[in-house]
Nanobody, 120 residues
Framework: QVQLVESGGGLVQAGGSLRLSCAASGRIFSINGMGWYRQAPGKQRELVAVITRGGSANYASSVKGRFSISRDNAENTVYLQMNSLKPEDTAVYYC??????????????WGKGTLVTVSS
């Protein structure tokens, strides 16, 4: 059984910072891509940032220059540093990872989400 558990969400004023963490646990052979998505009330889930096992990252244009994704492969953890937060960043943030249970078999997993609220 594989689990992704997010932490670090909360309430912050506009212009502030938060750091999200997501730790994977369970039967893990290796982890390929990891990423963060978000879903605001009444909107579809959208990609925020993704990172490969080798550390190459891509960002949504709305967060580029303000957010930074990183990962610790030894700890099976991905982070999202969010700076200069805006009210429009308010959303539930979800962690995603492609987790291999063997050389040949992998699945996509999602965390349960952590709420980030940015007040104006």
């Amino acid at each position: 059984q594989v689990q992704l558990v997010e932490s670090g969400g909360g309430l912050v004023q506009a212009g502030g910072s938060l750091r999200l963490s997501c730790a994977a646990s369970g039967r893990i052979f290796s982890i390929n891509g990891m990423g963060w998505y978000r879903q605001a009330p009444g909107k579809q889930r959208e990609l925020v940032a993704v990172i490969t096992r080798g550390g190459s990252a891509n960002y949504a244009s709305s967060v580029k220059g303000r957010f930074s994704i990183s990962r610790d492969n030894a700890e099976n953890t991905v982070y999202l540093q969010m700076n200069s937060l805006k009210p429009e960043d308010t959303a539930v943030y979800y962690c995603n990872a492609e987790i291999m249970s063997s050389d040949y078999y992998g699945m996509d997993y999602w965390g349960k989400g952590t709420l980030v609220t940015v007040s104006s």
